[in-house]
């Protein structure tokens, strides 16, 4: 009889009841379970610099007061043979010595100083009519200040001295003057290319008068009159 014992009579549970509801292969299918939802993270980008095209913009050219503008000023030398200068050196044996010249602006309207310095005679060119100087000196504007210039002085064609340096207004200044030689050695006309100061007066410049022999400062320039005399005018 104990073969005769089937499973139901054992209630023994079935091979199906054994698997849990929630996996039970005959659970019609449906929508998946919900998921509680959770606050998407918020990224956290670094800040950002905005930067201006204006950085990028082509560089604009300098200013006319800058630094690398060149201004020019002319200024006419007229030698007035000895003013009584207190020493000179006498190096040949002719009997007139010329020491002694007076500056004046480019219109020959005012006294402006001085030229003082050196000039040592380097080569005579018989075929050009003329002598190559090696110069050293300087122009004086009274309380202006000066400029100072070294270079090759010939008598027989133009000549270009550079500008080393200068004083009071003319301090840090650079650039390089144009000698005409107009009647060696009385009358020579100076244009000056001026770079690295602020902009000149307006005393010390205007129309300048065309080189010429004939060219001669007005009469109240050589009287040095207040009005045709820059302040403190070096003599």
């Known amino acids: 009889m104990a073969s005769a014992l089937g499973a139901r009579s054992l209630n023994l549970p079935t091979t199906s009841s054994l698997i849990p509801p929630s996996h039970s292969p005959s659970r019609p299918r449906g929508n998946p379970p919900r998921l509680a939802s959770t606050p998407a993270r918020r990224q956290l980008s ?39 200068s207190p020493a000179y ?8 010595n010329f020491l002694g010249d007076l500056l004046y602006s480019g219109n020959l309207e005012k006294r402006v100083g001085i030229t003082a310095g050196i000039c040592v005679l380097i080569q005579h060119v ?8 090696e110069a050293i000196y300087s122009f004086y504007f009274g309380d202006y200040g000066h400029v100072s210039v070294q270079g090759a002085y010939l008598t027989y064609e133009d000549s270009y001295l550079a500008v080393t340096g200068g004083s009071g207004i003319f301090e840090g200044v650079y650039g390089q003057v144009k000698l005409q030689q107009i009647v060696f050695p009385f009358k020579i006309f100076y ?45």
């Open 46 to 84: 670094p800040p950002t610099t905005r930067i201006s095209a204006a950085l990028f913009s082509a560089r604009k050219p300098p200013s006319d007061s800058g630094p690398n503008k060149v201004q020019e000023l002319c200024v006419y030398e007229i030698n007035e043979r000895d003013r009584g």
């Open 89 to 96: 050196l006498r190096l040949s044996q002719k009997e007139v």
């Open 126 to 133: 018989p075929e050009r009519g003329g002598d190559r100087y």
């Open 191 to 235: 244009t000056f290319y001026l770079k690295g100061i602020p902009n000149l007066p307006k005393e010390l410049l205007g129309t300048p008068v065309p080189p010429s022999p004939t060219v001669e400062p007005t009469p109240a320039a050589k009287a040095a009159a207040p009005h045709a005399a820059v302040k403190n005018y070096t003599t």
